[in-house]
Each structure stands twice: as structure tokens, then as C-alpha cells.
């Protein structure tokens, strides 16, 4: 796995045009799942409104995480179909206990009135290829980022090189 400043310094690039705030919060909280983490998240920022993304691809195995639908019954969860995985995640035990609860995703635009448990497909044309086939493309992306300290725009902690 590339370095968290890398890998913070690629993933805020990729949002910088989306209302999504990266952060390297879990790091601070030393949470292990997901669940714990969105539990102090909400706890900690009470008046902020979180949404979980995930991909297909985690939506078809998120019946195996732990506490997946205490996630759920947190946060709303967009997935992002990525190809190859539609039927699998349509299948998953975790999508057929969702399906009840799914929006459109053109209510991603009213997000701030839906409440959990809420569950939005989100289906454009993303790039096919793999990250891990992206990474292969060029195995020195890592060592490319951004010099200097960069600041989580949540925690405003420094993101430090040995995490």
C-alpha cells in the first residue's frame, strides 16, 4: 500500500470538484470497522450530514461486514456501480435487505433530508480498468505526490508520512 500522503494527496485530487471531504480521521480515532468509525464520526460532528460511498463491488460482500447494517441504519449509503459487479451486488443478501430503503440519484441533490437507512445507485461510465491495474501503469505514482505538509481539511492535523 502507497504511503497515507499519497494516498490523501490522490484521493483529494480525484474530489476536488465533489462535495466530499477527504480525511485520514480514522487514523486519529484508531477505529478497526466501519461501523465504529461512523458511531464516533456522528458523535463528533453531530450537525454534519455523512454519506457512505462504496463500489458495487463492496455492496456485493458488505452482507459480511461486521455490524453492515448498523452502517446502514447510520449513514445513507451510495454505491457506485463499477463494471462486472451488477449482478453479483444485486444478488447480495446486503442489497436485498437495502432495496427497500433505495432512492433515486436524483435526490442526491435533497441528500440533506433523507435519513438512514437510504440506499442510491449511482451509474455513469467509469473507467474499467482495475486500481490495482491503474497502479501497475505506473508503479512510481507514490513517490509523484504533493511535497510538503498537507493538512486534513477535518481534523486540520498534518498528515504525516509514517502513518
Do not use: C
Not at 465533489?18 to 463528533?44: K, S
Not at 463491488?57 to 457506485?80: C, E, G, S, T, Y
Not at 436524483?106 to 440506499?119: D, G, K, Q, T, V
Amino acid at each position: 500500500m502507497a504511503p497515507l500522503p499519497a494516498r490523501f494527496a490522490s484521493a483529494a485530487r480525484q474530489a476536488r470538484r465533489a462535495p466530499i471531504r477527504v480525511t485520514a480521521i480514522e487514523r486519529l480515532l484508531g477505529t478497526t470497522y466501519t461501523a465504529e468509525t461512523l458511531r464516533l464520526l456522528l458523535a463528533r460532528y453531530p450537525r454534519r450530514r455523512f454519506v457512505w460511498l462504496m463500489g458495487s463491488d463492496n455492496l456485493a460482500q458488505f452482507h459480511h461486514w461486521k455490524n453492515w447494517r448498523a452502517i446502514a441504519r447510520m449513514v445513507p449509503i451510495a454505491v457506485v456501480v463499477r463494471p462486472g459487479y451488477d449482478a453479483r451486488a444485486g444478488a447480495s443478501p446486503a442489497a436485498a435487505w437495502l432495496g427497500r430503503f433505495r432512492r433515486s440519484a436524483a435526490s442526491l441533490n435533497h441528500r440533506a433530508a433523507w435519513s438512514a437507512p437510504a440506499l442510491v445507485i449511482l451509474r455513469f461510465d467509469p473507467d474499467p480498468r482495475s486500481a490495482t491495474a491503474i497502479r501497475l501503469t505506473d508503479p512510481e505514482w507514490a513517490s509523484r505526490h504533493r511535497a510538503g505538509v498537507q493538512r486534513d481539511r477535518l481534523t486540520l492535523r498534518p498528515i504525516e508520512p509514517n502513518q
